[in-house]
């Protein structure tokens, strides 16, 4: 980092770094859940075989059941000392009934005691035919059937999070009571891994309320959900559960999950629809296509995810062309859902033409290949298409499939267009273009895409950039407040917001025009507690378009200059009591024309303290371009013009005036701390 007025180079330091890690993509069971275990049946009369497992205090589960049906065998249950047919209960089978019990090999069923019984009641749970026990477990003493389990409210950190009771339900599924979020984080998703005791990067996306992560989490205001955690992943395997900004690698809050030692909660033995795991990484292919995958060994789980039409194809694979992007040539799947089924056919592109004979866009088995996608499945939820499908990264065909080097760049081919009536892929209408995307099947996990919108949004008028002068205006009081939507922080900007930015003056980033040798004063309101990141954001100025100083490697900090905000040491100066504007009714920037009205539907909130405050005086060694910013997270900010001479012409805004001025450019400063 360089300091403007000291013209000194500053030497690395620890600073307290935000981990940005590459997402892992952790998240398969370690073991499959069954219960609270009792025992196993002693093996070899009547070819008894089978582990018993409490569901809750009213249901058993036998996994690995096998039985010859031999005689008139019934399950019962007992108090006695030893099973006895005379004392205690015949139970009935997995069906309900009370028939003898019929052959089994290998089964998982799940009993439900009679009314009245219950796990904590009995001493045994015996196999009997007529007058002979073939085979019983023991209940041991003090034993405690599994139940739902308590663990709190979740952790406040940012975005108005916070939450009643959460209970987990079963071994997959969480009851939150009374959620609020105010569903501005710009990439949040309910997220959950094993990986250290507080939510981080390396864990995996949850499906909300609804049953899908197709889309980032909405806002909540009070609502009791349910969620259900994704693939075969199951609570023992968790440390935590929050919702967290992927982009940003932020949480907002989170609850955590007692150690498996101290859980004992039921399996989950009724048949619901469980989503996938995502996979370890996601690209985005254009805004109405991603390609997720993750490579397991030698094949590659694809998932190809789309807001496409109804009849419409996703096409992915590699490109014909080693040095660049080219359809002839390529090895391609086109997936889409035929009716209800869906489908992943291996595709040869031969020649820009329909199939016809061995030339054209072909399936592989229709030119002496074969269809080497195997373990197809898809969803369609809330406008959105999900194929996901294995295959070998080397088929052994090197006539119509491409051998994919998991350690190389791979040019990919991609396409959507339609399926004709016949079954196959037409024409493309959206493929790819230049720049040609290369992908590295085999680099470290990341989810590089952001929930495809399940319909395109309608076009908005921006608000307009709003400009403070700094001729009769010297002092700015800096806070954080929303972005306003797409009519607001992205759309003045073009650039990705983290949900919050900075409002200065009453203002959403406006650009400010300072005058050298003029002293300006900033009262700083962006928290000052650094052990909640999502509230903790000190103020500073850089020529540094980003911002996020604390994000950045020693080579990157040696790249930008800071004029004022940090220390001699790296450290944050301007970091004073949280004061934030929030909308206590949700966002309406997308339904209101104007950002005056807007800001009239904002509260501030402020927590105690002092604000900081700091005196900079721009000099002849200011560049005429710099930019306010976070020390913590990027792109809350924008820019600030340094002149000689103030802009003839333009009208100075006084706080809370808006004037709107064309494009500007902006400037920088040197630093004086010192606290109100």
Known sequence: MKMSCCHFRLEPVAVCLLALAMLSGQGGAQTTYYGKQIGSFPTGQAGLDGTVYAVDA???????????????????????????????????????????????SNGKLVIALPAGTTVDSIKWFAVWSQNSNLGHVTIPDNFVSPSPRRIGEFIRFGHGVRSGEVTILNAKQFRIESLHYDGFGPDAFFWAGREGTTPNSRGFKVPDDSGSFDQKAPRYTGQTIEIMLPGDVTVYDINWLSLWCIRFAENFGHVRIPASADLNVPPVVENVVVVPMALDNCVELHRDMQVSWSLKGDSLEVELAGRVEDGDYMAFGPSGCDDRTCMVGSDVTVAWFDSDVPRAVDYTLRAYSQCSGTSGVCPDNRVS????????????????????????????????????DPSQNTYISWAIGPINPSGVAAKHHTRVQAPWLQLMFGRQAADECEAINSEAPPPVTPWPTRYIKGDDVTNFTIRIGPTGGRKGYEAITGLPSWGIAWFVNDLLIPELELKRGYNYTFIVEGGDNSS??????????????????????????????????????????????????????????????????????????????????????????????????????????????????????????????????????VGALSVLLSRA
């Not at 039985?67 to 309900?96: H, I, L």
């Not at 290949?369 to 052994?396: E, K």
């Not at 060694?621 to 001479?645: A, S």
Request: charge should be negative; proline fraction near 6%.
């Open 58 to 104: 009213n249901r058993l589960q036998i996994v690995g059941f096998s039985f010859d049906g031999s005689g008139t065998a019934q399950f019962r249950a007992g108090s006695t000392a030893s099973p006895s047919g005379v004392e205690g209960v015949q139970v009935p089978d997995e069906q309900g009934r009370t028939t003898p019990l019929g052959v089994y």
């Open 369 to 404: 290949g074969t269809d080497d996608n195997v373990n197809i499945t898809g969803r369609q939820n809330n406008g959105i298409t999900r194929i996901r499908y294995s295959r070998p990264i080397n088929t052994g065909d090197a006539t119509n499939d491409k051998v994919i």
């Open 532 to 665: 909640i990141p999502a509230q903790y954001h000190p103020f500073y100025i850089t020529d540094d378009p980003k911002g996020g100083y604390v994000q950045k490697t020693d080579a990157e900090k040696e790249r930008v200059r800071v004029f004022a905000g940090v220390s001699e040491t790296g450290m944050p100066t301007a970091a004073g009591r949280y004061c934030e504007y929030i909308s206590p009714n949700g966002d309406t920037s997308e339904t209101t024309d104007t950002f005056e009205a807007y800001f009239n539907t904002l509260q501030l909130q402020c927590q105690p303290g002092q604000a900081a405050r700091f005196t900079w005086t721009p000099d002849q060694n200011t560049p005429n371009l710099v930019y306010y910013h976070c020390f913590t997270h990027q792109y809350l900010g924008w820019k600030i013009r340094v002149v000689d001479e103030f802009t003839s012409g333009a009208v100075g805004v006084r706080a809370g005036t808006l004037a709107v001025v064309g494009s500007l450019v």
